[in-house]
C-alpha cells in the first residue's frame, strides 16, 4: 500500500480541510527564482531517473491528476514537470466535455480506459474530477447524462459519486497504481490577471475563451465544490495537494519535489539479473569483443 509524502500543502485524511485557510501565494521564506528554477531542474533530473526505474521495473504505474480552476498552470506544469521523462513511458490526457460515445456509460468510463500500464507515468489534465465539481456547479449538465434516477437532494449524488471516486483509487492502488491528486489553487485576482495576459499576447489568444470569464461568476460554488470533493476523497493511498499557484515557479517546483519524493518511497530499483540472465550477458559481450 502506498503512503502519501508528508508536505504543508497535503490535505488532511480527516476532513478538516478549509479553502478559505488553504494559501495560494509562497510561504514568505520561499527561496529566490532563481534557486526555486535550480531545485525544479535538480527534481526533473531526479525523476528522469525514478521513471527509467519504473519503466524497467515495470511493477507498479504512477497516475498523476491536475485540476484547478481555468489559468490554474495545469498546461505549464505538466510541461516543466515531465520535460525530463521519456516520452515512450509517459501518457498524457485531457479530460473536456464528455463524447456522446463517453455518456452512455458511467461517469468513471473514461478516465478508467485511459489509466497508465505497470511501468508507466499517466498524466490527467482534468479528470473524473470534473463530474463532482463542473457538473455540481452546473447541474443541469445531468440532464444529457441520462441517469436511471436522480436523489431529490442532489447534495446526495455528489456523496455517491465521491464515495465511488474514493473507493476506485483505493482498488487502483490496491493493483500497484500510485495516485497522485494535485489542485492548482490560484487565486480569483490572480487569474484575472492571466486572462487579461493572454489577451495581451496574440499568441496566447487561442487559450481564451469568453466562458472562462463567466465561470469566474461561479467561484464561490467552485471552492465550496473543491473543498468538499478533497476533503472526501484525500486519501494516504491517493493524496490530494493542495498547491499554492498564484507563483508559477514555486507551484511547478514543489509539485515536482512530491512527485520525487513520493516516487522514492516506491523503493524502485532496476530488476535484478539470474546467473543464467548474467551467463548470456557475459557471452553476448564475448562475441562483440572477439569481432
Known amino acids: 500500500m502506498f503512503q502519501a509524502a508528508d508536505s504543508p500543502w497535503l490535505v488532511p485524511f480527516d476532513g478538516s480541510f478549509r479553502v478559505a485557510d488553504a494559501p495560494t501565494r509562497p510561504p514568505e521564506d520561499t527561496p529566490s527564482e532563481d534557486e526555486l528554477e535550480a531545485r525544479l531542474d535538480d527534481a526533473v533530473d531526479r525523476l528522469r531517473d525514478l521513471q527509467r526505474m519504473l519503466y524497467a521495473e515495470n511493477r507498479i504505474a504512477l497516475l498523476l491528476v491536475f485540476q484547478a480552476m481555468d489559468a490554474g ?67 443541469e449538465f445531468l ?60 499568441d496566447k489568444h487561442w487559450k481564451f475563451s469568453l466562458g472562462d470569464v463567466r465561470e469566474r461568476g ?10 468538499d470533493v478533497l476533503n472526501r476523497t484525500s ?33 524502485l530499483v532496476y530488476p535484478a539479473l539470474s546467473d543464467a540472465e548474467r551467463a548470456e550477458l557475459d557471452e553476448g559481450r564475448r562475441a562483440l569483443e572477439a569481432e
Not at 510541461?79 to 466535455?97: D, E, I, L, W, Y
Not at 461561479?218 to 473543498?227: C, F, I, K, L, S
Open 73 to 139: 498552470g495545469k498546461d505549464s506544469t505538466i510541461r516543466h514537470v515531465m520535460t525530463g521523462v521519456n516520452p515512450a513511458g509517459c501518457q498524457v490526457f485531457s479530460f473536456k466535455q464528455p463524447s456522446r460515445e463517453e455518456l452512455d456509460h458511467d461517469f468513471l468510463w473514461r478516465t478508467a480506459k485511459r489509466l497508465p500500464e505497470r511501468g508507466r507515468i499517466g498524466i490527467f489534465n482534468r479528470s473524473h474530477y470534473e463530474e463532482v465539481l463542473v457538473v455540481r456547479v452546473h447541474p
Open 218 to 227: 461561479y467561484w464561490d460554488d467552485y471552492m465550496r465544490a473543491y473543498e
Open 235 to 267: 486519501r494516504p493511498w491517493a493524496p490530494w495537494y493542495a498547491i499554492p499557484a498564484d507563483d508559477k515557479d514555486f507551484m511547478r517546483m514543489s509539485v515536482a519535489d512530491l512527485v520525487v519524493r513520493n516516487l522514492e518511497s516506491c523503493g
Open 143 to 202: 440532464g444529457v447524462q441520462r441517469l436511471p434516477a436522480l436523489p431529490d437532494d442532489l447534495d446526495e449524488l455528489w456523496a455517491r459519486r465521491s464515495k465511488a471516486i474514493a473507493a476506485w483509487e483505493k482498488h487502483l492502488a490496491d493493483a500497484g497504481t500510485m495516485v497522485l491528486k494535485f489542485w492548482l489553487n490560484v487565486s480569483r485576482d490572480e487569474q484575472r490577471q492571466r486572462f487579461l495576459k493572454r489577451l495581451r499576447r496574440p
